[in-house]
């Protein structure tokens, strides 16, 4: 099966139907957003890890210019899923939003510091079929080592990323 890529932009959450209570906020040069599933969002899921349903709650982290994109999911009761590093190629912006031609692959980021590589065999498969450039898919694997030296070297998620955390309410977040 071929995957075709696609933009990920900020703000794509509010225009989402089955997201409610979106949120975004800029802290310094950090674009970050929040956005609750709605009931109508039943068992979504990346990978084999489930990370959506009624009442969970993901974060998108904008970093470096939009450079990187990191997600956090928490569960309806509030507890951290884990979080997943996007690999992409950021596209020029105005103004203040972000964002980036999605390269298919990603890094699964458990609590425990332990990282998956997502789509290995649909980014193969795009770069054979040319779907993905020879510089894209340079891209990617030179993001993906940059990503998985810095998460050796205890420097990603960033301290805001992996510190966060969420109070259920009434379980919903």
Not at 8 to 37: F, H, K, N, Q
Not at 133 to 153: F, G, Y
């Amino acid at each position: 099966m071929h995957k075709s890529l696609k933009i990920i932009a900020s703000g794509d959450w509010s225009r989402d139907p089955a997201m409610l209570d979106y949120r975004s906020e800029w802290l310094s040069d950090l674009l970050v957003e929040r956005a609750t599933c709605s009931d109508a969002f039943d068992g979504h899921q990346l990978s084999q890890i489930t990370i959506g349903g009624p009442g969970f709650v993901w974060f998108r982290f904008w970093l470096a210019e939009g450079e990187f994109i990191l997600e956090k999911y928490f569960d309806a009761d509030g507890q951290a899923i884990g979080m997943y590093a996007r690999i992409g190629m950021a596209i020029p912006h105005k103004g203040r939003g972000f964002s980036a031609l999605g390269l298919l692959l990603g890094l699964w980021i458990t609590d425990e510091g332990h990282v998956t590589v997502l789509d290995e065999a649909e980014f193969d498969a795009a770069v054979a079929g040319g779907i993905i450039s020879p510089v894209e898919a340079e891209h990617a694997e030179h993001q993906i080592r940059e990503v998985t030296m810095a998460i050796a070297a205890g420097r990603y998620p960033p301290p805001i990323v992996r510190a966060l955390s969420i109070a259920a309410i009434g379980g919903h977040s």
